[in-house]
């Protein structure tokens, strides 16, 4: 799969726009407009971190109609721990760009990025919104991409395209994330288009399962972020049969759902902060997946495995220790095999013998230049 | 307290010595022996790592009569996960030692520290036995703090003394640790010695108590190691009334070893790799002690605060982050009170106002020179 740029313009009926408003200095890209010419089956999948953001519960409580239309974004601010007074900044975003859409409040979604625990100045949003509404066009996917971006040094977008019966259908996505990477979820947004015509029931379980085996397999730093929204828009101006849980095109849709996010989780990955090395841990002959997945994890979160990769002397002694403190059913040895840290791609492979659980977990190396990216972030 | 050298010998009957045998580089010291003139009460606590070393296994074995006379420790060679080649070397530390001293094979136990996977060469520690075992002395304790340190900067000693009526009661000990410091325990060695005359049911509790309230308080990468294990020798010398967990004595036993056991602790966290801080973080307030703990936990674990607190700008929102993560009883507002990141002391204040539990954790930041270090330990 290609990086596709102007990816979530690229299914039918989908507009969007994307400007500086002032959350960041010196008038970067910082707010964000996707669009549905028409209301779309729409679901979502958020942080478990009990601080979720003001706009993570706005979002949520839009998505109980099980439709949307639009998506607002803006980063340079997580507008979490914001308190009331965030909750309704959440809410006025929703609110303002509706009304400049002619739509229901409830049919756009919020979400923000940024530094936690400062108020956002609604007033540049408002200032803002008018032009970003009446100015949405078919190729403003990229400037998207870009608007999102917090450390993030590569917009990340990807998009696949499927045919049910006679009728293309295609999905495209933005996502950004470089640090506060943890499983569940990663953190980040995404935004996923699609000009599928599918049932609410099939587009859920398949976002589920699409974010299960991509976003939450990726760890940067084992934290847990307070605004991780995936949002999915499937507005049916592709006019196929509809996708059902039962009919053929719900696996061709499933399929390539999982592809498109695999994609930018990977992306998310290379893109880590301060990141030289992308590292691949595979855990076979576990109990059973979860406990693969959380060896594999224990090993992708060890900061003394994380720095040896990047020293490139393969010490994997660390590997050994990270499994014996996760608490996993071991035996007294497990296969070990892996590629030199040396290399710009490393791949290690566990094999502990006890059973038939696997997983795959995606990381990088923790090195002095994200010590000091996350030093400076403020 | 002040960090008393010599502290180890400072008890009554016991005499130690410390070589280097080659198994570090340049002939730095790398092999220590403390022994007893009498046979000690005995006890121990030890890593929860599934893959624990080679000399933790032949230790809690030994340990299963209650009794110890002496402690052979390694720098250089973690001798974990070496198979059963490695518990023979531990084994036959522990028995050509025995023969030299003239004492049972189990009343001798062993300790190691290093890097894991490599076998030790057993001839190396075989040759220098007979010269340690023969010029054991009264003012080698400061030489043993030496000779366990791996990336330790600074030697780690601490004692403490007491009356039991009229009898003199003194607490000496060592440690190590710097790196790979998580409870449960901290990665770390901490042989103890007393005088005291003491019950073994006395002396185990009050070893997990003073260890549970200090080195299961430090964390520094949370990294748990293969190899922790603290060690007490109890050889009655003092002539002190025996102390019961029934008598008067027991109490000052409890609080002289819990503050010694936190002196080490503290000086871990200080000499932590890489550290430029040092961190306090109290939590109060928790629904009870153990989400208390597990909140600031979280918060001393997470790299993005850690990162933080080394760049010096109070970026309090990860904090947040960090105790939403946690998955512990929260309200939507926590009070938080924190010094400046700026300072070499940083304290952070958390109350949950959701119950009575509180706890208290030590924690250093995370500098690019913690990814240095660990990144060139091979």
Redesign the interface.
């Known amino acids: 799969m290609k990086r596709s740029l102007n990816a979530i313009c690229l299914p039918k009926g989908f507009k969007a726009q994307a400007c500086g408003c002032g959350l960041k200095k010196n008038k970067r890209l910082d707010l964000a407009l996707i669009f549905s010419e028409v209301p779309a089956v729409s679901c979502g999948m958020f942080t478990?971190?009990?601080?979720?953001a003001a706009p993570v519960i706005v979002s949520k409580g839009h998505l109980g109609t099980a439709q949307a239309q639009a998506i607002v974004a803006n980063s340079g601010n997580?507008n979490?721990?914001t308190?009331k007074q965030g909750l309704q900044v959440a809410r006025k975003t929703a609110r303002h760009c509706a009304k400049l859409l002619g739509i229901k409040d409830t049919l756009v979604l919020v979400a923000s990025t940024g530094?936690?625990?400062?108020q956002v100045d609604f007033s540049k949003i408002q200032r803002a919104l008018p032009l970003l509404s009446s100015s949405l066009q078919r190729k403003a996917g990229q400037k998207v991409s870009r608007a999102i971006m917090t450390t993030d040094t590569q917009p990340k977008e990807a998009a696949a395209c499927f045919k049910v019966g006679k009728a293309l259908v295609t999905i495209g996505a933005v996502a950004k994330g470089a640090?506060?990477i943890?499983p569940d979820m990663a953190t980040m947004l995404c935004f996923i288009t699609t000009d599928a015509a599918i049932q609410h029931a099939a587009l859920k379980t398949a976002l589920r399962e699409a974010v299960e085996n991509s976003f939450n397999l990726i760890t940067v730093?084992?934290?847990?972020?307070?605004n991780d929204s995936v949002l999915i828009l499937a507005n049916g101006l592709a006019e196929n049969k509809v996708i059902t849980k039962q009919n053929k095109g719900y696996r061709h849709f499933k399929s390539a759902l999982k592809k498109v996010c695999l994609a930018l989780a990977k992306m998310i990955v290379e893109d880590a902060e301060g990141a030289t090395k992308f590292i691949t841990i595979v855990v076979s002959g576990a109990k059973h997946n979860a406990e693969a997945k959380k060896a594999a994890l224990a090993i992708a979160n060890?900061?003394?495995f994380k720095?040896?990769v990047?020293?490139?002397?393969t010490?994997?002694?660390?590997i050994?220790?990270?499994?014996?403190?996760s608490?996993?059913t071991?035996k007294?040895?497990v296969t070990l095999s892996c590629s030199s840290f040396k290399k710009r791609h490393v791949m290690v492979k566990v094999d502990l013998a006890c059973g038939a659980g696997k997983a795959v977990v995606y990381t990088s190396d923790?090195?002095?230049?994200?010590?000091?990216i996350?030093?400076?972030?403020?």
Chains 1, 2 share one sequence.
Not at 221 to 226: A, E, L, N, R, V
Not at 310 to 313: A, H, L, N, S, W
Not at 320 to 325: C, L, P
Not at 366 to 372: A, H, N, R
Request: charged share 15%; aromatic share 10%.
């Open positions: 478990r971190n009990t601080f979720a997580a979490c721990y308190g530094i936690i625990g400062r640090g506060m943890a730093d084992g934290c847990m972020s307070t060890s900061n003394l720095t040896a990047y020293g490139g002397g010490n994997w002694g660390r050994i220790a990270a499994i014996g403190a608490g996993i071991v007294s040895k923790l090195t002095p230049e994200y010590v000091k996350n030093a400076e972030y403020n």
